[in-house]
């Protein structure tokens, strides 16, 4: 391959992979034709690509940005998994196809510059919760106390409330309410 074209190609990834801090690694060599074209297709429909890499390429495109600690996962063939809402999200459709294509393997993953090592570093980050997940999580926290405050407020009003729906219940069905000394 001629140096103008290994530039064109470094300058693509940069391009395609540039706004980037996450993404995981994959081999997908195993796999027949039929195979990898059900992969990306069931992937692209959750909005996640699949890119196949020349790993020299790869190493020079990532240099100076959050993909660069991939580096170590570029050996043999590599490609690119990418999108969807976040990486943890990727990882765990990843995860589960890999139950399923024992012929995809999981090389290596990376959020926002650490470094996820092999099949166990991307099963890992999978149990990770999504951005979404770890907001929910906070606001249900913050708004706890909240709750508890309400509740404790709210709780002898209710209690008030439930003898007098049981006083007029009572004079409804005709029963005399004995007044109670206190």
């Known amino acids: ?16 992979f540039g706004e980037l801090s996450a993404a995981v690694v994959v081999e997908i060599r195993g ?14 429909a959750k909005s996640i690509r699949v890119s196949i890499v020349k790993n020299t390429l790869a ?18 063939s590599s490609a690119m998994v990418h999108g ?21 393997e999981l090389k290596a993953a990376c959020l926002d510059g650490i470094f996820f090592s092999g099949a166990d570093g991307v099963t890992r980050l999978s149990t990770f919760p999504t951005r979404e997940e770890a907001q929910a999580k906070v606001v249900t926290l913050l ?5 508890n405050l309400v509740a404790a407020a709210v709780g002898p009003g209710r209690r008030v409330l439930g003898i007098v729906k049981e006083i007029q219940e009572r004079l409804e069905r005709g029963e005399a309410i004995a007044r109670v000394a206190g």
């Open 1 to 16: 391959m001629s140096k103008p074209v290994k530039e064109m190609i470094v300058s693509e990834y940069r391009r395609r």
């Open 31 to 44: 796999l027949d034709a039929g195979g990898t074209t059900r992969l990306r297709d069931e992937l692209r």
């Open 59 to 76: 190493r020079q495109a990532f240099k100076g940005t959050p993909l660069e600690v991939l580096d170590p996962a570029f050996k043999g």
């Open 84 to 104: 969807g809402a976040s990486v943890v999200e990727v990882a765990r459709e990843l995860v589960e196809r890999a139950k399923k294509l024992k012929q995809l």
């Open 143 to 147: 708004l706890s106390p909240g709750r």
